[in-house]
């Protein structure tokens, strides 16, 4: 599948107020075209020529702006998110837990299930964001390839290596969360509360769309880094979906089931 096809798609499936905050790849391929069109005519180094340049990196900046702001605004509301989440579980604990002040494992039960919902939720929150920095990425170093092969170009490079010190580009702190994450379903939820070994993240308690939207990014992701004819310095190193892909498992058996999600 061709990138203008991908991105697309992946605007459609993502969560709504996203779709534009993604790259205006249509918008820069019809630039590059356009200089491309006259950089014949155009002697590299001229005074045409570089304001040609400087247009096209001008409307690069503003898209590396746009996911910046909207990046770094998503990883501080997970930040307090995770934290709000970790809270909620001690306190459900500490009341109705087997050593809580109001032992209950009917009570205890229920609210754990609500909170383990919100966090299938944002689970799959954080896994979007960090499908949205690669795609980001991989929509910029493929639209500086265009520019420098059809205009002669050498501006990819460093400009890469600008795009490398970016905020939206460094997901660490996220895939920490993610790792977080999947770490409180397998360790808190089995105990105290009696609640099954069996209990994944989405196992029929997720939001349907936010799920098919996860492992639609999750192979997106998947897709887009792995080695490939078209594979070089520039490209995403490849993805291990190894725990990806037993989510991915679990969950479409509980989409294909014939009981109903919430």
């Not at 459609?12 to 950089?39: C, M, N, R």
């Not at 420098?148 to 970016?166: A, C, E, H, M, W």
């Not at 993610?178 to 609640?195: A, L, Q, R, W, Y």
Request: net charge positive; charged share 25%; hydrophobic share 35%.
């Amino acid at each position: 599948m061709k990138f203008g096809k991908r991105l697309k798609q992946q605007i459609q499936e993502t969560l709504p107020g996203w779709g534009d905050k993604f790259l205006s790849y249509k918008e820069l391929k019809k630039l590059v075209k356009l200089i491309s069109s006259y950089a014949p005519q155009m002697m590299s180094g001229s005074l045409e020529y570089g304001k040609a340049e400087a247009e096209f990196v001008y409307l690069l900046n503003n898209e590396i702006d746009k996911f910046n702001a909207f990046f770094m605004e998503q990883e501080e509301d997970f930040i307090i998110r995770h934290k709000e989440l970790q809270q909620r579980i001690g306190r459900v604990i500490n009341r109705w837990g087997p050593n809580g002040s109001q032992p209950s494992e009917t009570d205890c039960k229920e609210e754990l299930a609500k909170i383990r919902k919100d966090i299938v939720d944002f689970h799959g929150e954080m896994v979007l964001l960090v499908n949205y920095s690669n795609i980001n990425y991989t929509g910029l170093a493929k639209i500086l390839k265009k520019y420098d092969k059809r205009t002669g170009g050498l501006l990819r490079s460093p400009y890469i290596q600008k795009v490398l010190q970016q905020p939206f580009f460094t997901t660490d702190l996220i895939s920490k969360l993610v790792k977080e994450c999947e770490s409180t379903i397998d360790s808190v939820f089995p105990p105290p509360c009696g609640v099954e070994k069996g209990l994944v993240l989405g196992s029929g308690v997720a939001g349907e769309g936010i799920f098919r939207n996860t492992v639609a990014a999750l192979l997106t992701m998947q897709e887009i880094r792995k080695g490939s004819s078209t594979y070089g310095r520039f490209s995403l190193p490849p993805l291990n979906l190894t725990e990806q892909s037993d989510l991915i498992q679990s969950q479409s058996l509980q989409l294909n089931s014939p009981i109903a999600i919430p």
